[in-house]
T-cell receptor, first 114, second 117 residues
Framework: DSGVTQTPKHLITATGQRVTLRCSPRSGDLSVYWYQQSLDQGLQFLIQYYNGEERAKGNILERFSAQQFPDLHSELNLSSLELGDSALYFC?????????????FGSGTQLSVL | AQKITQTQPGMFVQEKEAVTLDCTYDTSDQSYGLFWYKQPSSGEMIFLIYQGSYDEQNATEGRYSLNFQKARKSANLVISASQLGDSAMYFCAMRESYGGATNKLIFGTGTLLAVQP
């Protein structure tokens, strides 16, 4: 158990809908990262927050947004969903931002858009 | 631009033998970290080993070791005495340092390892 909690584990929805994925980082970790894993794109970095502030953005679509709350949990919002958004979405956390800090991953949310 | 390359889409190894999974990287920065993660069929991402760019010795963690060749920009993972439970997807990843802060980890495409009895 990595200590990172993601809910829900599975999500099935329809095109055009909006969903929210939730992540609770390990106790004490200030950095939260969101990744998308799909068969064609592999593991893609979406966005990172550190202590409530956005720190880095990757290949995140405008239809997607995220935030980190004062209690450090994070939410990833996906709207106007398309079939191609079906993927495994991971949240990861680390204590800080040093080069040697490893990321601990949650078990992921499997999103299926039908 | 930073990039991680894993050229082996899949590999087989016999149980109890050693196997090397290849990883090359591209970065213009001097300070960076290299990681290996394991993803079994259940889906979770499990940290295996870390190597810093300034570390003089190759990292080791139990049966895992990292063959770090800085001049060649390679960071190969060596798994000794393979076990059936080692069958999984293995990802090489890199973290760069810029402007005094580091953030995202970028991943290679992965190598699917199958351990045969």
């Amino acid at each position: 158990d990595s200590g990172v909690t993601q809910t829900p584990k599975h999500l099935i929805t329809a095109t055009g809908q909006r969903v929210t994925l939730r992540c609770s980082p390990r106790s004490g970790d200030l950095s939260v990262y969101w990744y998308q894993q799909s068969l064609d794109q592999g593991l893609q970095f979406l966005i990172q927050y550190y202590n409530g502030e956005e720190r880095a953005k990757g290949n995140i679509l405008e239809r997607f947004s995220a935030q980190q709350f004062p209690d450090l949990h994070s939410e990833l919002n996906l709207s106007s969903l398309e079939l191609g958004d079906s993927a495994l979405y991971f949240c990861a956390s680390s204590a800080g931002e040093a080069t040697n800090e490893k990321l601990f991953f949650g078990s992921g949310t499997q999103l299926s858009v039908l | 631009a930073q990039k991680i390359t894993q050229t082996q889409p899949g590999m087989f190894v016999q149980e109890k033998e050693a196997v090397t999974l290849d990883c090359t990287y591209d970065t213009s920065d001097q300070s960076y970290g290299l990681f290996w993660y394991k993803q079994p069929s259940s889906g979770e991402m499990i940290f295996l080993i870390y190597q810093g760019s300034y570390d003089e010795q190759n990292a080791t963690e139990g049966r895992y070791s990292l063959n770090f060749q800085k001049a060649r920009k390679s960071a190969n993972l060596v798994i000794s005495a393979s076990q059936l439970g080692d069958s999984a997807m293995y990802f090489c990843a890199m973290r760069e340092s810029y402007g005094g802060a580091t953030n995202k980890l970028i991943f290679g495409t992965g190598t699917l390892l199958a351990v045969q009895p």
